[in-house]
T-cell receptor, first 114, second 112 residues
Framework: EPEVTQTPSHQVTQMGQEVILRCVPISNHLYFYWYRQILGQKVEFLVSFYNNEISEKSEIFDDQFSVERPDGSNFTLKIRSTKLEDSAMYFC????????????FGPGTRLLVL | SQQGEEDPQALSIQEGENATMNCSYKTSINNLQWYRQNSGRGLVHLILIRSNEREKHSGRLRVTLDTSKKSSSLLITASRAADTASYFCATALTGTASKLTFGTGTRLQVTL
């Protein structure tokens, strides 16, 4: 069964450094998402992406964040200058259609900013 | 209440018993989805119920949706130790293109 994959599974970085989290969505899906979950808290929406552009973003997704689909298979989340509060589990998800359809999540990347 | 608030926060049952988790939300929705998360792991999709549906089944799972009360329930029948996990409801709101809004989750513990 197709699944969303994410790399790396864990990332440790120093405050102020740039990180890129990578995702490979399910191949026939058209909508891609990033969410994050700070330890012990809710899963929070960051951004959705469709047709090579951002379709929706949350207040969390400020200028420090960017997303890109550099080729036909990868979907990346870049954090330009990490802060301590960016430490969280970051989940990528994809769906065939938009918000009316099932979103399938990857296993997550645990980011720790020191 | 917040959009997507689960009740109870924690539930402990014995293997073989049924587990019922509830989710309440505030605004109109397109659909409601239930996910499971094992400790520190990814989110596994369980079931999606659309706003025009009242009940759906999938194996040992039964989900109901009452849009007049803005609530949903997830019933797991004949629970197993492997069902131990956190369960989240997530709503796709009317008028939003794509995002899911997650609830606070119910932590289910199934003991032998």
């Amino acid at each position: 069964e197709p699944e969303v994959t994410q790399t790396p599974s864990h990332q440790v970085t120093q405050m102020g450094q740039e990180v890129i989290l990578r995702c490979v969505p399910i191949s026939n899906h058209l909508y891609f998402y990033w969410y994050r979950q700070i330890l012990g808290q809710k899963v929070e929406f960051l951004v959705s992406f469709y047709n090579n552009e951002i379709s929706e973003k949350s207040e969390i997704f400020d200028d420090q964040f960017s997303v890109e689909r550099p080729d036909g298979s990868n979907f990346t989340l870049k954090i330009r200058s990490t802060k301590l509060e960016d430490s969280a589990m970051y989940f990528c998800a994809s769906s065939v259609g938009g918000g009316r359809e099932t979103q399938y999540f990857g296993p997550g990347t645990r980011l720790l900013v020191l | 209440s917040q959009q997507g608030e689960e009740d109870p926060q924690a539930l402990s049952i014995q293997e073989g018993e049924n587990a019922t988790m509830n989710c309440s939300y505030k605004t109109s929705i397109n659909n409601l989805q239930w996910y499971r998360q094992n400790s520190g792991r990814g989110l596994v999709h369980l079931i999606l119920i659309r706003s025009n549906e009242r009940e759906k089944h999938s194996g040992r799972l039964r989900v109901t949706l009452d849009t007049s009360k803005k609530s949903s329930s997830l019933l797991i029948t004949a629970s197993r130790a492997a069902d131990t996990a956190s369960y989240f409801c997530a709503t796709a709101l009317t008028g939003t293109a794509s995002k899911l809004t997650f609830g606070t989750g119910t932590r289910l513990q199934v003991t032998l």
